[in-house]
């Protein structure tokens, strides 16, 4: 059993620019200006996971995030679609 402080990767994820609020019951809600509006992310759920179960680092959740999120910004993709970044990980043991 992992026991995880969340804060940990909420400070991380501030200082590489992003607004991050902690609703207990809702988890974590991560955003950061995007063109006139802003740029939501979500299923933060599963980046969780990864640090708890398989022990991911919260500096390598953060440089996913944030490598995801320049290539939406490349892309220049519309403010109004939606983005599946459905990471797919086989973990072999």
């Known amino acids: 059993m992992t026991i995880y402080n969340p804060a940990f990767l909420i400070k991380d994820l501030r200082e590489a620019g992003f607004d991050v609020e902690f609703k207990k019951g809702a988890g ?47 892309a220049q993709i519309k403010q109004t679609t939606y983005v599946n970044l459905d990471y797919d990980f086989v973990f072999n043991s």
Not at 40 to 51: A, P, Q, R, S
């Open 28 to 74: 974590l809600n991560v955003s950061k200006p995007y063109g006139a509006g802003r740029m939501h992310l979500t299923g933060m759920d599963y980046l969780y996971e990864l640090i708890q179960t398989h022990l991911f680092s919260e500096e390598t959740i953060v440089t996913m995030i944030k490598k995801s999120v320049e290539k939406v910004e490349k």
